[in-house]
């Protein structure tokens, strides 16, 4: 067996064949005018989870680059967002990674939104010059390492191509100016939009212990619809 799913596509439109765990709280969004269907998708919680951050992403980084806040309000309100999105972000995801057996991915997410909230503050309260500058790259760099780890866990060469992505978006800040919030905001908004809206490739290797016997058979027969459709 290879390390990553060499059948499966790296990105693809989404299937509706969803096992269990990636049925629980599923959001359905339908917009129709007459007879024509002008949007109809559907979001398990881990892409919710996706497009939650690219919201906050999008918000704290356009921020920084076009409106005249101080640094020590903005760190203020962005901190309070990335905290209460941290905490949404474990209350999605929780089950489909106990399921999953990959809750240190999680905890690995957690660790670096923190350590990065942490590191911003400080540099902005405590005037520390050399990491303010940096940070741009700082996030760019915790992002890329736990798409790395998610990559990793996940046996995805979708999320692994999505740290190198990253890395490429810190050699790229150099060329950009004075937009490096904006360049910033757009690389990881725009990743975690793609994630949500997009089926990404994974290697699963649970056991799935934590379901029932039905809801085992229930996942095997929608890995079989899915074969179908590949």
């Not at 765990?21 to 949007?39: A, E, S, V």
């Not at 106990?98 to 309260?125: M, N, P």
């Not at 790259?137 to 999505?162: I, K, N």
């Not at 016997?213 to 459709?229: A, C, I, M, V």
Request: proline residues 1%; positive net charge.
């Amino acid at each position: 067996m290879t390390f990553f799913s060499s059948t499966e596509p790296i990105l693809r439109i989404k299937q509706s064949a969803l096992d269990f765990q990636d049925r629980q709280g599923l959001l359905c969004l339908h917009c129709q005018i007459g007879k024509k269907t002008l949007f109809s998708s559907f979001y398990t919680r881990i892409d919710q989870s996706f497009m939650l951050w690219g919201l906050i992403c999008a918000a704290i980084f356009i921020t920084a680059q076009f409106l005249p806040i101080s640094w020590t309000i903005q760190a203020g309100w962005w901190s309070v967002l990335t905290l209460m999105g941290t905490v949404g972000m474990v209350v999605l995801t929780d089950f489909w990674v106990k399921v999953e057996c990959l809750r240190w991915i999680l905890y690995c997410w957690v660790i670096l939104i923190i350590a990065g909230v942490v590191l911003t503050d400080l540099s902005i309260f405590l005037g520390w010059g050399e990491l303010l500058i940096r940070l741009c790259p700082m996030w760019l760099g915790l992002s890329a390492l736990g798409y790395f780890c998610t990559g990793l866990g996940m046996r995805s060469r979708a999320f692994t191509l999505a740290g190198f992505l990253h890395l490429v978006g810190i050699v790229l800040l150099q060329y950009v100016g004075g937009w490096q919030f904006l360049t910033t905001g757009i690389v990881m908004a725009v990743s975690l939009v793609v994630f949500a809206e997009v089926q990404w490739d994974m290697n699963s290797s649970s056991n799935y212990k934590l379901l029932t016997s039905d809801q085992k058979r229930f996942n095997q027969k929608q890995h079989q619809l899915r074969q179908l459709t590949c």
